[in-house]
């Protein structure tokens, strides 16, 4: 157990339409580095992050963020408890009826009373970290996906939060964004020194940044450590995974009775 | 059988839960203290959105309706000799009934829909979320300016409505079919009275615009956030709203003319 959390998460249990997503997870993400959670699609890597920031609540076990439980302080605790959270959402999540600027400028907005000018300067700031100074002044639909992705970055971080999710950072990049926002993560985390979360399957682009992986499948933690150590684990779930074979403990076949019974039974 | 029952059972739990739900959300809405220096704004800009862009619909609406109801009255009226008494049966019909219940109807078509499919698109594409884990509640400001907008505009766009109507039928009616303009707007005044039958319309479109704009934002804050969810939200949304200003308007209506 490692000592200097920021996130603890004890025995987590949560179903969705009765169907169980976590049977009891244990995670730590250790203070300033990269912490990744993977695992394949739909085991709820990103039910995870919303239970972390509480959108969600757990049917059992606790999820404490900075000292606080955040499943058990009030409404406006949490609101307030959220301001040191950043979160990149998949699909970007960028407000559509404003630019960029306004983007990025949303949350300092809400949050502070700072002076135009500080704010205009705060905002560049953010978008020159991640490329995009230069589209200020566009609206998000003028931008390509993984633009979009990097202005929801710059507004994830404008408040410069303690923790920063990645929701699934890589999925559908070309290779060019996808080296750019690999290097963007790692670059935050060791020039601001923010804790981060990456949920992601994109095996070979989240073991060259994170310090730390947790595999989970079937509502479970089945592997953790280093990425060195489980790329070359023997468990039979963490070679699948890691080296992407198509059939093992995670079965090609989704469950279904006997194909010969089921092509001639009428 | 067992099952029947059980199902049926089921249903009705879950409508009565849902509509705690909703009413829980109401009281929130309408008890809710924010700061005002920065909700204001948020007003004004959804008071455009909402209630401005409706205005050309309502106009266009209030002169048809008014020009129908003027010739509808003239034919009947003129049967009996009560001709003159155009001014009267147009300004009531109005002030009372038409004002409010169209203008309802017709902001519920306009802008619910709009405001339901709006803030179901904005949960779909998870912008409510972002919003939520940037530490800002979309409650606060995504739905309650836009609840407060619809409850403002709609008791407005009645009046005006009503306005535009009474002054088609005086179109019709004065330059038309040749009654006396004098003869129109006297037995207008005399007849109708402020407190029975304007003050009731205003609060006939005051309740109208509580209980559609609540529908919408409610609708759209909960919708399934997939295509068919938001399609069936809005759906939701014009139909139950229509639904909710004809039955309320009959049960208000009853309740001031001293039915109950």
């Not at chain 1, 699609?41 to 049917?59: E, Y």
């Not at chain 2, 934002?217 to 295509?227: I, K, L």
Request: charged content about 15%; aromatic content about 8%.
């Amino acid at each position: 157990m490692q000592t200097d959390s920021l996130v603890t998460i004890r025995d987590l249990h949560f179903a969705h339409d009765n169907r169980s997503i976590f049977s009891g997870v244990n995670i730590d993400i250790e203070r300033g580095k990269i912490t990744a959670i993977m695992g394949p699609s739909g085991t709820g890597k990103t039910t995870l992050l919303r239970l972390i920031g509480a959108q969600i609540q757990p049917d059992k076990g606790e999820v404490i963020v900075n000292g606080q439980n955040v499943h058990q302080i009030n409404r406006r605790e949490l609101y307030h408890a959220r301001r040191d959270m950043g979160m990149l959402f998949q699909n970007a999540a960028l407000f559509t009826n404003i630019s960029v600027f306004e983007n990025v400028a949303f949350p300092i907005r809400e949050h502070t009373n700072l002076p135009e000018s500080l704010i205009r300067k705060l905002v560049l700031i953010k978008l020159e970290a991640v490329g995009l100074r230069g589209s200020a002044n566009l609206m998000p639909s003028e931008l390509s996906g993984g633009m979009q992705r990097r202005v929801a970055l710059a507004r994830a971080i404008a408040l410069d939060p303690a923790l920063i999710m990645y929701d699934e950072p890589f999925a559908g990049q070309d290779p060019i964004s996808m080296g750019v926002l690999v290097k963007l993560i790692k670059t935050l985390n060791e020039v601001l020194g923010m804790t981060s979360v990456v949920v992601s399957h994109d095996v070979p682009e989240t073991a060259s940044i994170a310090d730390y992986v947790y595999l989970i499948a079937e509502g479970k933690v089945v592997a953790q450590g280093k990425p060195a150590e489980l790329l070359t684990s023997s468990s039979p779930h963490v070679k699948q995974f890691m080296q992407g074979l198509p059939d093992g403990v995670v079965p090609f076949h989704y469950p279904a009775k006997d194909y010969i019974e089921d092509l001639f039974d009428v | 059988m067992f099952e029947r029952v059980r199902e049926l059972g089921r249903s009705g739990i879950d409508v009565c839960s849902e509509m705690g739900r909703a009413g829980i959300f109401l009281i929130r809405m309408i008890f809710r203290r924010p700061r005002l220096i920065k909700v204001f704004p948020l007003v004004v800009e959804q008071l455009y959105a909402i209630g401005v862009l409706s205005l050309i619909i309502m106009v266009v609406s209030a002169l048809f309706i008014g020009m129908v109801t003027a010739l509808q009255g003239y034919h009947t009226l003129s049967k009996f000799g009560a001709d003159t008494q155009l001014g009267q049966l147009v300004a009531l019909s109005l002030t009372r009934e038409l004002g409010p219940v169209v203008a309802g109807l017709l902001f519920a078509g306009r802008a619910g829909s709009a405001l339901t499919a709006e803030i179901g698109l904005m949960k779909t594409t998870e912008q409510l979320s972002s919003m939520e884990m940037m530490g800002i509640d979309p409650l606060w400001r995504v739905i309650y300016p836009r609840f407060w907008a619809g409850v403002i505009s709609l008791p407005v766009l009645s009046l005006i409505f009503t306005a535009v109507g009474i002054y088609g039928g005086y179109v019709v009616a004065v330059k038309w079919l040749g009654i006396d303009a004098g003869t129109f707007w006297s037995n207008m005044s005399a007849s109708v009275d402020f407190h029975l039958d304007v003050l009731s319309g205003i609060i006939k479109s005051i309740v109208f615009a509580v209980v559609v704009t609540w529908i919408a934002v409610y609708e759209g804050y909960t919708t399934e956030p997939t295509a068919e969810g938001i399609s069936l939200s809005t759906t939701r949304t014009v139909v139950y709203s229509s639904l909710a200003v004809l039955g309320l308007d009959f049960m208000l209506t009853t309740i001031m003319l001293g039915g109950w």
